[in-house]
């Protein structure tokens, strides 16, 4: 961390321990700080927090307050540091250092497996199909995290099999590597009253829980007493003061009741923090194509998640319909890349196909490889960024660069063919295109009427 950063640091820690001191008083002087800091950068992201701290209408004013007074203040300085200083402010250059420099993709955030073991075995999870003797080791993840910090790299997402098997060396990896933000995608049954307490002792480990309806919906797929567990889990964190948020895949079969007003207002109720919605990927062999959402499945979600966000505080994001936000498929190392518990470097956590095992390589030799170029030279897919991904929206494209990179597939038990997946994608890829379309040019048309309406004001 160079000198300039290092102040910054120490002056956002600063400025959490004046607000802590009148917080109603404080956010807005804060929120000064944040406008003369900024230098004009990041214009309608301030003006957006500042409303939320000021209007008591706007929806995510109490969502403010929840943090600021439901969150231990530690926890939520060393967060806010270590997020917003080291991943976003000093990472990003670093990161576009590098990717000038060695001409590849270089990801904001890594995601990893731990382990393919899982405690639970749910129903349609291809992870549970994985292989559930695969490990890293705490050496080689350290050497990750080691690796993506030289590139700017201080994001790190746990995914499995259930990460949480190996609690005691994710809880070592937050203590050595203090100064970054790890989260894991859980289900949250193996979090108990030692695990929380470690967790406000490192502070910089946050849960993001698999739930997917209520009691019923989530013991079917899950085991009987799945549900009631995660709500004890929640009940441990919210005592501690912890931040933790939600994850919720949509299908064919359950997208009305995940994104209903009522299940939305219950996670607010438990004292959830933020929601991942992702779509269902047809991923292995044994996937049910059955369960990918219709178009007009598709187009309810997108527009009940982004009415529930500008009406609700809770804090949501949708995978596959918010890449519009982010150009398109961040996946093949542009914003992330997946290394499963065998080492294999795949360019998505949906896509498991590489050239590349961190076992007999770098990270950076990894980004080089033949697959991860693929994505480098090709990204977007796309022109319309409702249609971001090579696999779902673009199956031509992915069998056209597992052929020509030569990747193999990284199942170690069922191995499957581009081909084999990408088939089952075909059809769901035609009928979106007519809809995704029809919505593109209405966002379109929208964003130039807003923007006509601002030069008409000024």
């Given at each position: 961390?160079?000198?300039?950063?290092?102040m910054k640091k120490l002056g956002i820690e600063q400025m959490f321990k004046y607000l802590y001191k009148n917080p109603d008083e404080n956010l807005h002087k804060l929120m000064d700080w944040a406008d003369k800091f900024s230098k004009g950068g990041f214009e309608t992201q301030r003006k957006m927090v500042r409303h939320a701290i000021e209007e008591p209408d706007d929806p995510y004013y109490p969502f403010v307050r929840h943090l600021i007074h439901d969150v231990d203040h530690d926890v939520l300085t060393t967060i806010v540091v270590n997020f917003f200083i080291n991943a976003v402010l000093a990472g990003w250059d670093t990161q576009e250092e590098a990717r000038r420099k060695y001409n590849c993709n270089i990801p904001w955030a890594i995601l990893l497996?731990?382990?393919?073991?899982?405690?639970?075995?749910?129903?349609?999870?291809?992870?549970?199909?994985?292989?559930?003797?695969?490990?890293?080791?705490?050496?080689?993840?350290?050497?990750?995290?080691?690796?993506?910090?030289?590139?700017?790299?201080?994001?790190?997402?746990?995914?499995?099999?259930?990460?949480?098997?190996?609690?005691a060396d994710l809880i070592r990896l937050c203590e050595k590597h203090d100064d970054c933000v790890f989260l894991s995608f859980t289900n949250a049954t193996l979090i108990d009253e030692q695990f929380a307490d470690e967790m406000l002792r490192v502070k910089n480990f946050v849960p993001s829980i698999s739930l997917e309806g209520g009691e019923e919906a989530t013991d079917g797929r899950r085991g009987k007493g799945t549900y009631r567990k995660v709500i004890h889990a929640m009940e441990l964190l919210h005592e501690r003061k912890l931040i933790y948020g939600i994850s919720s895949c949509y299908t064919s079969a359950n997208f009305d009741s995940i994104t209903s007003d009522e299940y939305y207002q219950n996670l607010i109720d438990l004292g959830a923090y933020f929601i991942w919605y992702f779509h269902y990927m047809p991923v292995g062999n044994d996937a049910a194509p059955e369960l990918l959402p219709s178009p007009e499945q598709r187009e309810t979600v997108y527009r009940r998640v982004r009415q529930l966000r500008a009406t609700k505080p809770l804090f949501a994001m949708?995978?596959?319909?918010?890449?519009?936000?982010?150009?398109?498929?961040?996946?093949?190392?542009?914003?992330?890349?997946?290394?499963?518990?065998?080492?294999?470097?795949?360019?998505?956590?949906?896509?498991?196909?590489?050239?590349?095992?961190?076992?007999?390589?770098?990270?950076?030799?990894?980004?080089?490889?033949?697959?991860?170029?693929?994505?480098?030279?090709?990204?977007?897919?796309?022109?319309?960024?409702?249609?971001?991904?090579?696999?779902?929206?673009?199956?031509?494209f992915l069998r056209k660069m597992v052929a020509e990179s030569g990747a193999h597939s990284t199942d170690p038990q069922s191995p499957e063919t581009a081909d084999h997946l990408c088939a089952k994608c075909d059809s769901y890829a035609a009928c979106w295109k007519t809809e995704a379309d029809r919505l593109w040019a209405e966002n379109r048309a929208a964003r130039e009427a807003k923007q006509n309406g601002t030069r008409r004001k000024a």
């Open positions: 961390m160079n000198v300039s950063t290092r497996d731990p382990t393919s073991a899982c405690n639970l075995h749910c129903t349609g999870c291809w992870a549970a199909e994985y292989g559930n003797k695969l490990n890293l080791t705490f050496d080689e993840i350290d050497s990750i995290i080691c690796q993506g910090k030289k590139l700017g790299i201080y994001l790190y997402i746990y995914t499995g099999g259930e990460p949480l098997v190996r609690k949708d995978f596959q319909n918010d890449a519009e936000f982010v150009g398109g498929c961040v996946a093949g190392g542009r914003r992330y890349l997946h290394i499963n518990a065998n080492g294999d470097v795949d360019p998505c956590v949906f896509i498991h196909y590489s050239n590349a095992n961190i076992r007999e390589c770098t990270l950076l030799e990894a980004l080089q490889s033949p697959i991860f170029m693929a994505y480098h030279d090709n990204q977007p897919f796309n022109g319309n960024m409702l249609r971001p991904c090579p696999m779902l929206e673009n199956p031509d």
